[in-house]
């Protein structure tokens, strides 16, 4: 965050999952110290993304669940490989409350009723159905999902406005985070 890549960034995961997300047994486990230590780590990993002034492209190549479903928002296009995986926010089922930062970011990028239907009902959603519900921008053959998401890093930064479209449209955003934040 503190230096990034002029060319832009590709998010994307290792074998069959994107992310899962926090593990909902460790997360019970916590006792105040660690649950406030867990929060502010979320709540610093999701602000930086957000605030990332490159152009920056989610690869779903699996499951994203949770963190994963609040990290394709924070980007600014999100490809998703076709193929048998979930991807959602089941905060609810798993008894994890949004922190602050992801709650916002939710509030800013995703329809008010998919926000609703999510985060009430913690259902998954299949790639196509992420598409509809405005979670992903594209669906792609699994086997092309890397390179394809490279290709639209590249046409994010091949257009001369784009930092400045970027920040004008991330601001109102970006302020509320900061006040989260303390920053």
């Known amino acids: 965050a503190a230096n990034p890549p002029e060319a832009g960034i590709v998010l994307t995961g290792a074998g069959a999952h994107f992310t899962c997300g926090m593990d909902t047994k460790v997360a019970a486990s916590l006792d105040g110290a660690?649950?406030?230590r867990a929060v502010a780590a979320i709540n610093e990993f999701a602000a930086a993304l957000h605030h990332l002034p490159c152009a920056v492209v989610c690869?779903?190549?699996g499951n994203a669940i949770g963190a994963g479903g609040i990290m394709m928002l924070a980007c600014d296009w999100?490809?998703?490989a076709q193929g048998d995986y979930k991807i959602g926010l089941p905060?609810?089922?798993a008894g994890l409350p949004f922190p602050a930062v992801p709650q916002a970011i939710l509030d800013h990028w995703l329809d008010p009723?998919?926000?609703r239907r999510l985060a009430l009902s913690s259902h998954l959603l299949n790639?196509?159905?992420a598409l509809t519900a405005g979670l992903a921008d594209?669906?792609?053959m699994a086997d092309q999902l890397v390179d394809e998401a490279v290709l639209r890093v590249q046409a994010l930064n091949a257009q001369p406005g784009f930092a400045a479209c970027k920040r004008q449209l991330r601001a109102k955003a970006n302020a509320e985070i900061d006040d989260i934040l303390g920053s």
Do not use: I
């Open 91 to 93: 905060e609810a089922k």
């Open 138 to 140: 594209e669906l792609c």
């Open 78 to 80: 999100v490809l998703a």
């Open 34 to 36: 660690g649950q406030k």
């Open 127 to 129: 790639p196509a159905e």
């Open 59 to 61: 690869a779903v190549n």
């Open 113 to 115: 009723v998919w926000r």
